[in-house]
């Protein structure tokens, strides 16, 4: 089991911590974590653009001038796409892009993902998150203190407000309940911090 170090807000330790290796101490599953990470991509698309056929246009299909003698290109109907408000070649239809992934493949790879986090020292472990100003100052302080290189994901056990409004300025800061993290969270920020309590429960509900 890995013993990590326990920081406070302004980076100063504060005590340490043991992390169980059925959390923390998963093999790395590349495939797995990229598989999870193309179904939570593709289940965010909404797939409902929309637009009309030839067929599906207002209008009527009458012949807009005859066949021959006017110099100009025979039609049969002012729904086709070549006339302004006619139809769309093709046209795209609302489509179901998501992908289904079984509960225990992303929960494997959630562990997978941050025991490789943990392997590449990119966790940091607070023994709590707040700002209780609701401050973008005190969040950016917060930052500074850790000198972090790269964004940074914070998970708590529970975002109050406070705390949601304080990193809502700070592009490369972003926060996250324990209980919503996800696969696409953990690897796309460079860095993970974990509250003392977000990881009882990230144990507790792995054991």
Known sequence: MAKVKVY????????????????????????LIHEVVVAYNANQRQGNKST??????????AKPYRQKGTGRARQGSTKGPQFIGGGVVFAPKPRDF??????????????????QKLAQNEI????????????????????????????????????SDAELKAVNNIAQLNTVSVELLNVYEVVSNKNVVLTESAIKYLEEANA
């Open 8 to 31: 406070n807000m302004k980076a100063e330790e504060v005590g340490s911590k043991t992390l169980k290796d059925d959390v923390f101490g998963v093999e790395y599953n590349e495939p």
């Open 124 to 159: 940091t472990v607070l023994d709590k998150f707040e700002v209780p100003s609701a401050k973008t100052k005190d969040a950016q302080n917060f930052l500074n203190a850790f000198k972090f290189n790269g964004s940074v994901l914070v998970v708590s056990a529970q975002n």
């Open 98 to 115: 998501s992908k289904k992934v079984n509960k225990q493949a992303k929960r494997t790879a959630l562990l997978s993902a941050l025991s």
């Open 52 to 61: 009309l056929t030839r067929g599906e246009v207002r209008g009527h299909a």
